[in-house]
Each structure stands twice: as C-alpha cells, then as structure tokens.
C-alpha cells in the first residue's frame, strides 16, 4: 500500500513564524503536491513537484514556498504565517506518466495561525 | 481549462436510500474523472475513476458512476447508503498540461440518516 504521511496532525504557530510542513511518501512516486482545503472551496493546489529539485506554482502560491531534495520528501514553507493561512493542508503524490494515476493523500495537517 | 461542478454542498439521505452524488465537468479534452472520498479528520482516497472505456465504471464499497458525454456529467450513486458512507465526496477532473495535475470540486458533504 502506498503511504505519504505528513509530520503532524495538528499545529498551532503565531503569526510571523516560519512553519515547516513535511510529507514524505514510500512508492517512489514522482510527482508529490501540496493542497489547502478550506470549507466551501475544495481542494487548492498550492505547488507541485515532479521531481527531485523541481517545483511549479499552482493556483496559490503566494506566501507559500517548497522545496524537494529528496525523492521521498517534499516540504511545505510558510515563510511568515498568517492568519489567513489557517487551514487544512494535504499532501498527495503520484506516478508521473502514463494514463492518469490516482493522487495518494497523506491525513492533512490541521494548521491554526493565531 | 477543465473544471468541475458538484451541485449540492450538502446531501441527506436515509439508510438504505438511494445516494445520488452530482458532478458536471467542462474540459476541451477527452476527460479524465475521478471520485475521491474524504472520511473525517482523513485525507481523501480514490473511490473509482474513468479514463477510456466502459462509461460505467465500479469502485469500492459499492459506489458506481456513469461518464455521460452528452451530458458532460459524472454522477456518482450507490443503490442502498450505509452509516458508514457518511463523508465528504470530491469530484475531480485530470488538468492539460500534464503532470497529472487535477482540478477538484468544491465537495459534497454526504449525512445518512438512521
């Protein structure tokens, strides 16, 4: 079974902190992304990757940034959180070719920014 | 762009009802469609998808949806709910460009009634 597992369930951080959000996926799956979801809006795709050093913006990146040095590990930076970045944040990842592949989700972290 | 529609944020069906779960798609490419369910406090996972083919397509746990063209719809239904079917349900559609970047819906949000 694939697993991506993200590193907490829960944060709490105060506005104007650097948060680190971490994912890490054991299929060797190419393509990794980072979605908020908030109620009433679905799933927004923040950035992706579709390889080791390689990253592209979604539909909202700004005050977000990334970075993937390994295969298996994709981060999420908020590079001075705000309030309006309180949200549910998911983690997926994928095979980068062929017919369309399913996205594996990691449990979300649930993110307060007070 | 692709895009998806669900009508309804909120469904209510009995137990043993009928659940009907309505997504309409706008893509200029031949779509690519899935359904994910989102249990609570859990990421979301694959229930079924179309790529080519059998326009009916089968998941898990008894859910089925039917890709009808003519109609640009991908309604998903399951003939008889259970408690256990009680979460929120993304219609999601496969992006141009590549990457097996997807556009979700805005979810459903599935109550069963006892």
């Known amino acids: 079974d694939v697993k991506v597992t993200q590193s907490s369930r829960y944060l709490v951080k105060r506005t104007g902190e650097k948060v680190f959000l971490e994912c890490v996926q054991d299929?060797?799956?190419?393509?990794m992304f980072w979605y908020r979801q908030d109620p009433g809006l679905g799933l927004r795709l923040i950035y992706f990757?579709?390889?080791?050093?390689?990253?592209e913006k979604g539909d909202i990146p700004e005050g977000y940034s990334v970075s993937r040095e390994k295969k298996e590990r994709f981060s999420l930076i908020l590079e001075s959180a705000s309030t309006n970045q309180t949200s549910m944040y998911l983690c997926?990842?994928?095979?980068?070719?062929?017919?369309?592949?399913?996205?594996?989700f990691g449990p979300g972290t649930r993110l307060t920014v007070t | 762009a692709q895009s998806v529609t669900q009508l309804g944020s909120h469904v209510s069906v009995s137990e043993g009802a009928l659940v009907l779960l309505r997504c309409n798609y706008s893509s200029s490419v031949p779509p690519y469609l899935f359904w994910y369910v989102q249990y609570p406090n859990q990421g979301l996972q694959l229930l079924l998808k179309y790529t080519t083919g059998a326009t009916l397509v089968k998941g898990i746990n008894g859910f089925e949806a039917e890709f009808k063209k003519s109609e640009t719809s991908f309604h998903l239904t399951k003939p008889s709910a259970h408690m256990s079917d009680a979460a929120e349900y993304f219609c999601?559609?496969?992006?141009?460009?590549?990457?097996?970047?997807?556009?979700f819906g805005t979810g459903t949000k599935l109550q069963v009634i006892p």
């Open positions: 299929m060797d799956h190419e393509n």
């Open positions: 997926a990842s994928s095979i980068k070719r062929g017919l369309p592949y399913e996205q594996y």
């Open positions: 990757s579709y390889d080791v050093k390689m990253k």
């Open positions: 999601a559609v496969i992006r141009s460009g590549g990457y097996q970047k997807v556009t």
